[in-house]
T-cell receptor, first 113, second 114 residues
């Protein structure tokens, strides 16, 4: 089954404790992306990647890091999480860039205390 | 700068009514892509439609229809004879040929009352 898998689905942690949210897709998609969803703000793009070793900032990259060492994986790293990063996070992938629709993971709800 | 505006934050309709969700976008690019996604209460994001800037044909899929008008920079979504299962948050999104970012609107929460 074609899917985008995020882990964990839920996480409660404390300020400053590094965390990684994993994202993996099994569709051989080139484009992968991370979004955060906040009430009243919709989805905002954090980072995206056109292919292996190619990543770019979206609209809200501050406080986040990503890497794309393999085509299927695109982890989101919060080196020193803060409460304002409490949000619902989505990973997405598409076959090639901005022309095609994205397939989304089920979301990760992060709470930073 | 906001590139996609969904001015309707929340809409409530009674079942079987028709409802239109508005989407206005902003770009100077001549080539761009517009999308609609549905987020039901279960939380997943479901792709509904994609339209490129050179295709202004309206599209109908069952009870769903989309009206793309470049003259007004709008890509509106109409649900005919709404059903309770249509209750969800609907997002409009834009991507540009220059750059590889996606820009989402703030979403419209639709509640269909039985």
């Amino acid at each position: 089954e074609a899917q985008v898998t995020q882990n964990p689905r839920y996480l409660i942690t404390v300020t400053g404790k590094k965390l990684t949210v994993t994202c993996s897709q099994n569709m051989n998609h080139e484009y992968m992306s991370w979004y955060r969803q906040d009430p009243g703000l919709g989805l905002r793009q954090i980072y995206y990647s056109m292919n292996v070793e190619v990543t770019d900032k979206g609209d809200v990259p501050e406080g986040y890091k990503v890497s794309r060492k393999e085509k299927r994986n695109f982890p989101l790293i919060l080196e020193s999480p803060s409460p304002n990063q409490t949000s619902l996070y989505f990973c997405a992938s598409s076959l090639q860039g901005q022309e095609q629709p994205q397939h989304f993971g089920d979301g990760t709800r992060l709470s930073i205390l | 700068a906001q590139k996609v505006t969904q001015a309707q934050t929340e809409i409530s309709v009674v079942e079987k009514e028709d409802v239109t969700l508005d989407c206005v976008y902003e770009t100077r690019d001549t080539t761009y892509y517009l999308f609609w996604y549905k987020q039901p209460p279960s939380g997943e994001l479901v792709f509904l439609i994609r339209r490129n800037s050179f295709d202004e044909q309206n599209e109908i899929s069952g009870r769903y229809s989309w009206n793309f008008q470049k003259s007004t920079s709008s890509f509106n979504f109409t649900i005919t004879a709404s059903q309770v299962v249509d209750s969800a948050v609907y997002f409009c999104a834009l991507s540009l040929s220059t750059g590889n970012q996606f820009y989402f609107g703030t979403g419209t929460s639709l509640t269909v009352i039985p």
